[in-house]
């Protein structure tokens, strides 16, 4: 019988629930585990918007420690709030069945209410955008778990709140009034799980391994390679959506001010190679060619947005979230 594996999770309801998926993925290929609860400074620290807190890795970085302590074998994360650069000795074991990936407005649940004049988000992406295409209104920061700020909301005076649709379909939360957000790009990797281990942990990585989805990993390696070529942090107002279509790679990616006045968005399509399209040879390197593959598209699109002016508006970021 296999050793009891160890996950390492988040404690709110939305981590516990992806631990969980993770823990059935395991359990059916004969793995045994058991969920380790952690909170996270992010998780402790809600009166502040993230940009504010100055963490790389915010809801990541407890994880990260217990995993190299060894009181954890494996750590399970929403894709989206790590870092692209993981910590020495910690590697990428998996990434599952990429979920919805859009976001959603809740609006305040007042019969007949159509107005969004006050809308709240910790997000700088979604403010950003928000105030692109609806400069007139107001956003308000709002922090904590799914259900904390569904519950803000209710007790506010805002007209709504934006919203990952893939929190809430995970947790089975179905809003009445609900607008899904189709023009806004979402952050990299976003409706994405991730399951990290420790790199001298072979035999725990194998055991992993096998939850991993190839297309998925590919997309939102992608993602993730535009958003470190940018140099810009999980925080940064940065959106991206690579998809795949047939033989082709279509991505979507921008940068944004932060009042959403300036931006730099590029679409480009690109046709994926036959190696990579067939799959030959074994499952490792062909994970490795993936990866590959996923850099030099990502370096690649992050380039061509730096070129069409998003280097001006990264370099305003910066200046603007270092004070």
Known sequence: ?????????????????????????????????????????????????????GITGIFTKTLDVALLAGQI??????????????????????VLPRGTIEDVL???????????GVVAT????????????????????????????LQKLEDSAWDGAIFAAAGLERLEIKP????????????PAQGALMVAVREDAPQVFEQVRNLNHLP???CVGIERYFLRGLEGGCTAPIGALARIKKNEILFTGGVFSL???????????????????????????????????????GEQYARTTLEAGGAAIMETLRNALDQ
């Open 216 to 218: 998925s990993e590919l």
């Open 176 to 187: 009445e009034h609900l607008e899904v957000l189709d023009w806004m790009l979402p952050a």
């Open 73 to 94: 074998d494996l750590a399970v994360h929403s894709l989206k709030d790590v870092p692209t650069a993981l910590p020495k000795g910690i590697i990428q074991a998996a």
């Open 106 to 116: 809740v609006r305040k649940n007042t019969p007949g209410n159509q107005r969004h």
């Open 1 to 53: 019988m296999s050793r009891l594996l160890k996950i390492g999770t988040r404690d709110s309801a939305l981590a516990l629930w992806q631990a969980r998926k993770v823990q059935e993925e395991l359990k059916q290929h004969g793995y045994p585990s058991e969920l380790v609860p952690v909170k996270s400074t992010g998780d402790l620290i809600l009166d502040k918007p993230l940009y504010e807190l």
């Open 122 to 149: 910790g997000s700088l992406r979604r403010k950003a955008q928000w105030l692109r295409k609806y400069p007139g209104d107001r956003i308000e920061n709002l922090r904590g778990n799914v259900q904390t700020r």
């Open 259 to 297: 009042d959403g006045r300036d931006v730099s968005t590029i679409e480009e399509r690109s046709l994926i190679p036959e190696d990579i399209l067939t799959g030959v040879g074994p499952l490792e390197e062909y994970s490795q060619q993936v990866q590959a593959y996923a850099k030099i598209l």
